[in-house]
């Protein structure tokens, strides 16, 4: 074999070489953002829980003083089957359809009187962390600080809810909303023989008392 012909097989050589390592790493770099696209997909999950957050503060403070359309908006942010479930518990399984709308109503009412309760214009709301729970859940952090710097922390428990996101639960200083409710509701219901109409009325008197 010729010089000429031992420089042309070396040449073949390194250029086969140099295209299996531009296409190895052309894979390399496929896979790299194929891995990356689930992580950067949910981080905009994740700040639209956020968002939302943001937007049901908003309206909770324009709605304040108008309670049946802060109820009406609280009942398009807040996932009211499962919450409406988680609180009533045992009791809800043996409930008729009509009871459990009544109970929906009157717990999404009481939802709307605790957040014009907790939100008002003299607090300083900001969102501090969002965390991920399990399945698509995420609880959004916050804080609310009034003008003598005192803290109160407000955390929102939220599920993916159509093209946005519902609350299922807020913690309140560490105090989750529907383990409380849960826990009064059934000593109230105890009381009134396991009734969910009379607790139905029960809240909604309550309710009134508040307003």
Request: hydrophobic residues 50%; aromatic residues 4%.
């Amino acid at each position: 074999m010729s010089v000429a012909e031992v420089m042309a097989a070396r040449d073949d050589t390194a250029s086969r070489c140099l295209d299996r390592l531009r296409a190895g790493f052309g894979h390399l770099v496929l896979a790299t953002l194929l891995a990356l696209a689930p992580v950067a997909a949910l981080a905009a999950d994740v700040q639209g829980a956020a968002v939302a957050v943001n937007r049901i503060y908003g309206q909770t403070l324009a709605n304040a003083d108008m309670p049946e359309k802060l109820a009406e908006m609280v009942g398009k942010v807040v996932d009211l089957d499962g919450l409406s479930a988680q609180v009533l518990g045992p009791a809800w399984d043996g409930a008729s359809q009509v009871d459990r709308a009544d109970f929906e109503a009157a717990l999404r009412d009481v939802i709307a009187v605790e957040l014009a309760r907790r939100l008002h214009p003299d607090l300083t709301f900001a969102i501090t962390a969002i965390k991920p729970l399990r399945d698509d859940d995420v609880v959004v952090l916050s804080t609310l600080t009034r003008a003598d710097g005192r803290v109160t922390r407000l955390d929102w428990k939220m599920r993916p809810c159509g093209d946005s996101w519902c609350i299922f639960d807020l913690i309140g200083d560490g105090a989750s909303f529907s383990v409380a409710r849960r826990n009064a509701y059934a000593l109230r219901l105890d009381a009134l023989n396991g009734s969910v109409p009379a607790l139905v009325r029960s809240i909604r008197a309550e309710i009134g008392a508040k307003l």
